[in-house]
C-alpha cells in the first residue's frame, strides 16, 4: 500500500477511509522536521492549515505525488515547488461555503438582536435592561455583499429567506443573474446598507480595500460583518468608526493578525461580535473536508485525476 502522511491529525471518519486504501502515517507534530522524518517513501499528504509543505520537503520526497487541502486556501504550500516536482495540488472550493455563510448570518442576526449584550444582561443579574437597547428586526433592511462567490451567493440566499433586500457589489460578475440588484460602484453599498458583509479574496488588489474612506460612508444605524479575511479591512480604520459611533456595530470572524491578544481594542467594544477564524469549524465542514480530501488522494493512488487541481497543467500521476 502506498503511504500517506498527515502532519496533522483528520477526522476518525476520514482516517478510516483512508486506512481502506493506503498506509496512514500521522506525523509526531506539524514541524518540517518531524514531516520531513516521514517523507521518503510517502505517495500522498493531507494538509490541514498547520503545517507548510516547502520546497525543501518537496526535494527529500522522491515518492510524493499529490499534496490534498482539507479547505479551500491552499497558501501553507509551495505550489511553483510542487509543479516543479509533478506533484499535483488539490483544494476543495466551496467546500465551506454553507458553513461560512451560516456563520455570516448568525452575525447579522446577533448584531440585529444584541444577543452579546442580552446574554451579559441575564448573567448579570441586570434582567430590567432589557429594554435600554434597541434591537432591530432585519427583515426590510438592505444587505450590502461585497464579492458574490460561492459564499457571497449563500449569505445572499439566507437573506433573502430573511426578507431582507440585497445589494451587490462585484465588478467581475456585472452581466449575472436578473434577481441579483448590483451596485454600479462600492460606495453605494456602505452608503444604503444597513448590514455590509464582505466576501472577497485576500489578493493584493483587495488588501484593505475596506478602509476609512468606505466605512465613513456607512450609516450611524448600521453594521459591518467580515468573514473573509482579516488583511481585506484596515483594523485601525474600523476600530475608529466604532469608537467615534459612526456606525452601530461590527462582527468579525477574521483579523489582520491572528490570533488577536486580549488587549486588542476591538476587544473592548461591547458593539462589536468577535469569533476566533471559526467560521468553517463545524462538525459538518470538517467531516466533509476531510473525507473530501481525503477521496482525492485515493483517486491519485487508483489511477483517477481528482476533481480539484490547483496546477492542473500537472497530470501525470
Ligand atoms: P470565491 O472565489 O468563490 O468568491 C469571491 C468573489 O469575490 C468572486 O465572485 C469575485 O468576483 C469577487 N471579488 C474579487 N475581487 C473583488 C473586489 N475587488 N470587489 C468585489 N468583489 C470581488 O470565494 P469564496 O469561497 O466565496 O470565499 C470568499 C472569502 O471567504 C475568501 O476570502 C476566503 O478566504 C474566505 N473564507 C473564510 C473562511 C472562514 O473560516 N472565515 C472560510 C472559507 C473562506
Known amino acids: 500500500m502506498k503511504k500517506v502522511l498527515l502532519p496533522e491529525k483528520i477526522v476518525p471518519e476520514a482516517m ?6 493506503a498506509n496512514v502515517v500521522v506525523a509526531e507534530d506539524s514541524s518540517e522536521e518531524s514531516i520531513l522524518a516521514e517523507i521518503d517513501d510517502t505517495f500522498g499528504i493531507v494538509l490541514r492549515s498547520k503545517a507548510k509543505i516547502t520546497r525543501g520537503i518537496m526535494d527529500a520526497a522522491p515518492e510524493l505525488r499529490v499534496i490534498s487541502r482539507t479547505g479551500v486556501g491552499y497558501d501553507n504550500i509551495d505550489v511553483q515547488a ?5 506533484i499535483l495540488v488539490c483544494n476543495l472550493p466551496g467546500i465551506n461555503a454553507v458553513s461560512v455563510a451560516e456563520h455570516a448570518m448568525t452575525f447579522i442576526l446577533s448584531l440585529a438582536k444584541q444577543i452579546s449584550t442580552m446574554d451579559a444582561f441575564v448573567r ?3 434582567w430590567e435592561k432589557r429594554s435600554s437597547t434597541e434591537a432591530i428586526d432585519v427583515k426590510g433592511k ?3 455583499i461585497i464579492g458574490l462567490g460561492r459564499i457571497g451567493r449563500e449569505v445572499m440566499k439566507l437573506a433573502y429567506a430573511f426578507g431582507m433586500s440585497v445589494l451587490v457589489f462585484d465588478p467581475y460578475l ?8 448590483f451596485s454600479k460602484t462600492v460606495e453605494e453599498i456602505f452608503i444604503q446598507s444597513d448590514f455590509v458583509s464582505i466576501h472577497v479574496p485576500n489578493l493584493p488588489e483587495t488588501s484593505r480595500m475596506v478602509g476609512w474612506d468606505l466605512l465613513r460612508l456607512m450609516k450611524p444605524s448600521s453594521f459591518f460583518i467580515n468573514t473573509s479575511r482579516g488583511g481585506v479591512v484596515d483594523e485601525k480604520a474600523l476600530v475608529r468608526v466604532l469608537s ?3 456606525i452601530a456595530g461590527a462582527a468579525l470572524d477574521v483579523f489582520e493578525n491572528e490570533p488577536i491578544t486580549p488587549d486588542h481594542p476591538l476587544t473592548a467594544m461591547k ?8 467560521a468553517a469549524l463545524t462538525r459538518e465542514c470538517k467531516v466533509k473536508m476531510a473525507v473530501e480530501a481525503v477521496r482525492q488522494v485515493i483517486d491519485c493512488i487508483e489511477g483517477r485525476i481528482p476533481p480539484h487541481i490547483v496546477n492542473s497543467e500537472q497530470l501525470i500521476v
Do not use: F, W, Y
Open 16 to 21: 478510516i477511509l483512508l486506512g481502506e486504501k
Open 82 to 86: 510542487a509543479t516543479d516536482h509533478k
Open 124 to 126: 448579570s443579574d441586570q
Open 142 to 144: 438592505t444587505l450590502g
Open 174 to 181: 456585472s452581466s449575472m443573474k436578473s434577481e441579483v440588484t
Open 244 to 246: 467615534e459611533k459612526r
Open 271 to 278: 458593539n462589536v461580535v468577535l469569533t476566533p477564524h471559526s
